[in-house]
């Protein structure tokens, strides 16, 4: 599990590369060892982030929208 600094270190990177549209080094060749919670972490972080310069949350994730994928996980609709 990653700190809450490093939480905070590679949203901020994120954030700065999407908003400078220059490369970021991959959060997993930083962390190797960050797993699944800590991504979903580092996303909330980022949202923060976004909501704190005045982005705002629109919309929600649809997962599951191409048939290769719906026929890999047996799913029948997108979720």
Do not use: C, F
């Not at 905070?8 to 919670?37: C, F, G, I, M, Y």
């Not at 976004?50 to 629109?58: D, F, N």
Request: glycine letters at 6%; charged letters at 30%.
């Amino acid at each position: 599990m990653l700190s809450i600094d490093d939480v905070k270190k590679a949203a901020e990177s994120l954030w700065r590369a999407e908003q400078t549209r220059d490369w970021a080094e991959p959060v997993s060749n930083r962390h190797p060892n960050a797993d699944v919670a800590d991504a979903y972490r580092i996303g909330l972080a980022v949202r923060d982030l976004k909501l704190a310069a005045g982005r705002i949350v629109k919309g929600h994730k649809i997962g599951l929208t191409s048939k290769a994928m719906r026929s890999m996980t047996g799913a029948t609709e997108p979720d």
